[in-house]
């Protein structure tokens, strides 16, 4: 209701007025949304995590930990709402929602009794000012590479978005405050340059030595070997980032052992496709040309049949022949389509990706069920199919704000099953 009465101010100012007073605007929103929920971050243990890469899988292992401990939790990220047992998909299509919903959903974190809120906090986030009035506990770095330059105007800016959330956990009253960072990411030092009382930072080191497996690996954490369920070296750095914050709320390394290995993967994230077929196939998110390196990495003995696509809207134009470069170092085979074209020709999008493959064999079907089943057809024993770009974001946005329901999983699902019955 407040937030109609707000969007039609909004649409009665002259647009060069508004951008004006856009601070203004988005930080009497972050108050009023505060007050309005009596200030509830003030009376939760609250664990922002940010970073490129990673937030999502890092906040779903510290839930994972914490609840192992004993503690309840309250969980608000890109993939689901989550307080206490309650749990529903997040359908925004924002990592982190508006201010109201934010606070709102603080508020009723507190009133269940729960010992923690992990929020997921993003750049975009920051430009409007949805972290403020959030008092932060602690804060967990996990990476930094280029995104979203378009909105922030460059690198630099976009760093300095994160950097605001530090500074948001410095001036958070009069809580202790602990701040977690990945010491083998470039920006390391910025986000360590600050008054925090409790820094603690993780390497790859610490979970040395290691084994990747296709289908899982083997780590060590402390005095602990763990057997985790997860792929890929990135997921490495995620149960250390989880396991480094767990230690700072005194849960042993049994425990963090125990969650680990009761983990099972997110939807979305190196997210296994099992229908009984006799090759891999894998759905995952990955949307930088670094998450996409990393996610083909982590299948490096098979043959990989590629899917993916960009998004529109003019966001990061610069990293779609970027990222068709990285899959055309990896992929033996590549299937370019639409992924969420918002107003921009799908055609252009994919155009603009066709200029990063220089070598591997590629062709473009625009329809993305028809991409998927194609991939699926052409696969054999052995071959690793890679589906990414979307996860489990439930629509496709289309010209128009039109959405398109949709799930990468549950495609592939329904196309796998029409090829095979086409065989029998």
């Known amino acids: 209701m407040l937030s109609d009465i707000l969007y039609k101010i909004k649409k009665l100012i002259p647009e060069k007025v508004f951008t004006s007073l856009q601070p203004i605007y988005h930080y009497f929103l972050s108050l009023l949304g505060a007050l309005i929920y009596f200030f509830p971050s003030r009376k939760i243990f609250i664990v922002g995590i940010t970073g490129t890469k990673g937030k999502t899988s890092t906040a779903e292992l510290v839930n994972a930990m914490l609840e192992e401990a004993g503690f309840k939790t309250a ?11 309650t749990s529903e998909m997040n359908k925004q299509k924002m990592t982190m929602p508006g201010r109201f919903f934010v606070q709102q959903f603080l508020r009723k974190a507190v009133k269940e009794k729960c010992d923690y809120a992990i929020v997921e906090m993003t750049s ?16 967990i770095f996990t990476n930094l590479s280029p995104e979203h330059i378009e909105s922030h105007g460059s690198y630099e ?37 600050n008054n925090i009382e409790e820094k603690r930072t993780y390497s790859i080191d610490e979970g040395s030595p290691f084994e990747l497996q296709k289908n899982g690996m083997t780590m060590t954490f402390g005095k602990e070997k763990i057997n985790a369920h997860l792929s890929g070296k990135f997921n490495i750095y995620n149960i250390l980032a989880a396991a480094t914050f767990a230690r700072t709320q005194n849960i042993s390394e049994k425990t963090i052992k125990n969650a680990v290995e009761k983990f099972r993967g997110i939807r979305g994230r190196v997210e296994k496709i099992e229908e009984g077929q006799d090759y891999t196939i894998i759905v995952d998110y990955a949307h930088t040309a670094d998450s996409l390196e990393k996610l083909y990495e982590a299948f490096p003995d098979s043959k990989k049949i590629c899917v993916l696509g960009n998004t529109g809207g003019g966001r990061d134009r610069w990293k779609r022949p970027v990222m068709a470069g990285v899959a055309d170092k990896h992929c033996d085979y590549i299937i370019l389509t639409d992924e969420d074209p918002y107003d921009e020709d799908p055609r252009e999008i994919v155009r603009e990706m066709e200029e990063g493959i220089q070598n591997k064999e590629y062709e473009v079907i625009m329809d993305r069920r ?4 194609k991939a699926l057809s052409v696969a054999k024993t052995g071959d690793t199919v890679l589906i990414t770009g979307k996860g489990t974001d439930p629509y496709i946005m289309k010209a128009n704000n039109v959405k398109l329901d949709w799930d990468d999983a549950e495609v592939a699902r329904e196309e796998f099953h029409k090829i095979k019955e086409s065989v029998y």
């Open 75 to 85: 969980l608000l990220g890109t993939l689901r709402f989550k307080i206490g047992e």
């Open 124 to 139: 975009q986030g920051v430009l409007q000012y949805r972290h403020k009035f959030i008092q932060l506990n602690a804060l």
């Open 157 to 193: 800016k976009y760093v300095q978005a994160k950097l605001e959330i530090v500074k948001a956990l410095e001036k958070s009253g009069d809580k202790k405050k602990i701040i977690i960072v990945n010491e083998d990411d470039q920006e390391a030092p910025k986000f360590l340059n």
């Open 370 to 373: 028809k991409a998927i089943h």
